[in-house]
Nanobody, 123 residues
Framework: VQLQASGGGLVQAGESLRLSCAAS????????MAWFRQAPGKEREFVAA????????SYTDSVKGRFTISRDNAKNTLYLQMNRLKPDDTAIYYC?????????????????WGQGTLVTVSS
């Protein structure tokens, strides 16, 4: 079972990036999924989550209105569209699959983790 995150890179403030997380080894169409991030010297924090059918989403306050989480269960892929990026968004972004249909904001709810993709936003 593997989650492969991609799409990170170096951008300037105000620009956009789209992260992808491709799952292999099993389907996660029945699992909630999420993005977390970890900045240098800080703990891993919740960014956004989506329920198994995609009808429910939640975001941390700092990304509301700028980031959009989505999923394509037919492709077994999770996405994070990040617009109007800020230097504070600089972090390694991790995708994760929950133990159940809805994962929420708690790291302990997630069983499978991707390797992370680095997003760097310059000012």
């Amino acid at each position: 079972v593997q989650l492969q995150a991609s799409g990170g890179g170096l951008v300037q403030a105000g620009e956009s990036l789209r992260l992808s997380c491709a799952a292999s080894g099993r389907t996660f169409s029945n699992n909630g999924m999420a993005w977390f991030r970890q900045a240098p010297g800080k703990e891993r924090e919740f960014v956004a989550a989506i329920s198994w059918r995609g009808e429910h989403t939640s975001y941390t306050d700092s990304v509301k209105g700028r980031f959009t989480i989505s999923r394509d269960n037919a492709k077994n892929t999770l996405y994070l569209q990040m617009n109007r990026l800020k230097p504070d968004d600089t972090a390694i972004y991790y995708c994760a699959a929950a133990r159940g249909a809805v994962g929420g904001r708690d790291l302990s709810s997630y069983r499978y983790w991707g390797q992370g993709t680095l997003v760097t936003v310059s000012s």
